[in-house]
T-cell receptor, first 116, second 112 residues
Framework: GAVVSQHPSWVICKSGTSVKIECRSL??????MFWYRQFPKQSLMLMAT?????????EQGVEKDKFLINHASLTLSTLTVTSAHPEDSSFYIC????????????FGPGTRLTVL | GESVGLHLPTLSVQEGDNSIINCAYS??????FIWYKQESGKGPQFIID?????DKRQGQRVTVLLNKTVKHLSLQIAATQPGDSAVYFC???????????FGAGTTVTVRA
């Protein structure tokens, strides 16, 4: 149980284009999902908290118009990187909250984005 | 803001030996701590967690120790295997907050 998937697992795009990444909770409902960014040999940096049916909450320094987040259902959140640039190349990871009393987060396998 | 940090960025261990990975956390109000394992190119994988009302918790080949007095967390891996080679992150969760704060990570390399 508690499986989170991401699609695609990797994507290469040209500068200026937009890329959408999907995050799905496969066997549970997640009212809250999180999007992280991870550069090589660094830790996970929280970008935003995605709540089903409401606007995402972005961390300080993360451009909400650049990284569009939509959480349309209890099992799906999407992250769209708009007008991508080479510096947006990174590993994007989502996680979803479990149903337990504490914050049990289950992570997706990540999406490697390369912007040429 | 406050964040979780790790004492050592890398750890090299002989196969079969025990590994100890340390973590210092800053927020004394945090009441939930988790250890994650991340292999190259993959998402973090849950290893073990501990609540602040405990000081030790054991899993299969892993033990987490929590010392709230000095705000220190450690992960012990018994009989380390090649498959344990990965980056290990500790994360903390303050009460009333769903967000996790991650430490910098320790890279564990197992020598055959």
């Amino acid at each position: 149980g508690a499986v989170v998937s991401q699609h695609p697992s990797w994507v290469i795009c040209k500068s200026g284009t937009s890329v959408k990444i999907e995050c799905r909770s496969l066997d549970f409902q997640a009212t809250t999902m999180f999007w992280y960014r991870q550069f090589p040999k660094q830790s996970l940096m929280l970008m935003a908290t995605s709540n089903e049916g409401s606007k995402a909450t972005y961390e300080q320094g993360v451009e909400k118009d650049k990284f569009l987040i939509n959480h349309a259902s209890l099992t799906l959140s999407t992250l769209t990187v708009t007008s991508a640039h080479p510096e947006d190349s990174s590993f994007y990871i989502c996680s979803a909250n479990g149903q337990g009393e504490y914050n049990e987060q289950f992570f997706g396998p990540g999406t490697r984005l390369t912007v040429l | 803001g406050e964040s979780v940090g790790l004492h050592l960025p890398t750890l090299s261990v002989q196969e079969g030996d025990n590994s100890i990975i340390n973590c210092a956390y800053s927020n004394s109000a945090s009441d939930y701590f988790i250890w994650y394992k991340q292999e190259s190119g993959k998402g973090p994988q849950f290893i073990i967690d501990i609540r602040s009302n405990m000081d030790k918790r054991q899993g299969q080949r892993v033990t987490v120790l929590l010392n709230k007095t000095v705000k220190h967390l450690s992960l012990q891996i018994a009989a380390t295997q090649p498959g344990d080679s990965a980056v290990y992150f500790c994360a903390e969760n303050p009460p009333g907050d769903y967000k996790l704060s991650f430490g910098a990570g320790t890279t564990v390399t197992v020598r055959a």
